[in-house]
């Protein structure tokens, strides 16, 4: 991870972001996931793509954690995605 830079770790977390925030708006028919997943198996995905990102924003090497970096896209999909499982 070392070789990545703060920008560069960020800009793998939007994939997670865009993810969480398609299906919290479109559910099964989000262009993120196959069609015909049971709910539980799109509740996995988004709990992994919470689980990334919360883990990227702890990476200390590089200094994510530590970065004056606008971290509120991350922040807010974690809440979305945590929010979005709970609800169904």
Do not use: F
């Not at 960020?10 to 069609?35: H, K, M, P, Q």
């Not at 539980?40 to 689980?51: G, H, K, L, S, T």
């Amino acid at each position: 991870m070392s070789n990545q830079t703060v920008e560069q770790v960020l800009a793998a977390a939007n994939d997670s972001v865009s993810l969480i925030n398609d299906i919290n708006t479109n559910g099964g028919d989000s262009e993120y996931i196959a069609s015909g997943l049971s709910q539980e198996e799109i509740n996995d995905a988004v709990q992994r793509n919470v689980d990334h990102l919360e883990i990227m924003l702890t990476y200390t090497e590089p200094d994510v954690a530590g970065s004056s970096e606008d971290k509120s896209s991350y922040t807010t999909a974690i809440a979305t995605g945590k929010t979005y499982i709970a609800a169904n």
